[in-house]
């Protein structure tokens, strides 16, 4: 079994480094030290481990701006190529970008790994500049905010990030994403920077905020889903906070947590819904919303 990790201590850390030199560096005779740059303490490091804890792949990702991530120096031990593992760090990678906010990630390429990145996603866009005076590479982009590999239904997510980007334009200053949709929860994360108080955690406010749009974007998902529409409004909320949050701003809503008949809708009439989301920083709950939800039938049948 592998597992991914992030190195931490000073050992796991010199392991890492030396494994990236080993594979990206030493084979065109750079010496010790030259695998690294001035961006590693800005970066967020991975590797892969087997049973045995050895490191069998790395890889790194770090912000170009907020929303350009730069992944590098993924590489994978000779022994275990072509058994998905880089496949496999590269979409942890892409996971962190998209976690920090970036929609786009960027690699720069050697001819010998275009192809892995091109199977993976990736489009060259442009030769990129020489770097160590001696490898040519080409720049290749991935969009992220392609919602095909995160959900069910990557068009109904789609349509429904684009309508809070349009008619709620504070969800995109708070950095609200919808991050997974399975059918039967959905999740979505906010940016903890942009919602920060004085103290230091999320403002209570946005978490309310980030509560009522789940809710909201789980009645809209389950309106497509019913074939049916109408105009969601918020009729009831009340939101008990336990913990404030300090790290990762997530809200999830299941749909066993979703009560009421939507059936009146195709009727012609309101219909009331009630439901939960669990508010988490990172894996913690710390806030449990509780909304009352008019859906009204569109006035013009549309
Ligand atoms: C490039 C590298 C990271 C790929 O890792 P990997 O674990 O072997 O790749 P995966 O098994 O995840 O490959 C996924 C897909 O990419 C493509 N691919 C990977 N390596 C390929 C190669 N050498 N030639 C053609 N296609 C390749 C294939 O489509 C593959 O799917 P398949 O095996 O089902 O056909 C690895 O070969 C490596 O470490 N190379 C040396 C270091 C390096 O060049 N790193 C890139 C820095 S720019």
């Excluded at 300090?246 to 947590?257: F, G, L, W, Y």
């Amino acid at each position: 079994m592998f597992k991914i990790v992030t190195p931490q201590t000073d050992d796991a850390l010199a392991a890492y480094y030396h494994f990236r030199w080993q594979y990206l560096r030493q084979p065109w005779n750079f010496p010790p030290g030259s695998e690294r740059d001035e961006y590693e303490q800005v970066s967020e490091h991975r590797m892969v481990v087997n049973n045995d804890g050895d490191i069998i792949a790395c890889g790194r990702v770090h912000l170009n701006t907020a929303e350009e991530a730069q992944i590098r120096h993924i590489a994978v031990h000779s022994d275990y190529q072509r058994r998905g593992l880089g496949q496999f760090m590269l979409n942890a990678l892409e996971a962190v970008a998209r976690e920090l906010g970036a929609i786009r990630a960027v690699t720069n390429s050697r001819e010998i790994s275009i192809d892995f990145f091109q199977a993976c996603g990736f489009k060259v866009e442009r030769e990129a500049p020489n770097e160590l005076g001696l490898l040519k590479r080409q720049q290749m982009v991935k969009k992220l905010d392609d919602f095909s590999l995160l959900v069910l239904h990557p068009e109904w997510c789609q349509e429904l990030q684009n309508t809070w980007t349009e008619t709620i334009p504070i969800t995109e200053h708070m950095g609200i994403k919808l991050h997974q949709y399975t059918g039967k929860s959905l999740e979505t994360r906010a940016s903890l920077n942009k919602n920060i108080n004085i103290h230091g955690t999320m403002f209570a406010g946005s978490i309310f905020s980030l509560a009522t749009l789940t809710g909201w974007g789980m009645i809209f998902l389950q309106l497509k889903n019913k074939g049916l529409d109408g105009d969601i409004v918020l009729g009831d909320g009340n939101i008990h906070y336990h913990k404030p949050i300090t790290m990762k701003p997530r809200a999830v809503c299941n749909i066993e947590r979703l009560k009421g008949k939507f059936t009146l809708l195709e009727k012609g009439k309101k219909c009331r819904l009630e439901l939960e989301v669990e508010v988490l920083d990172d894996t913690q709950p710390v806030a449990e919303f509780h909304g009352i939800y008019w859906v009204l039938p569109k006035e013009d049948g549309k």
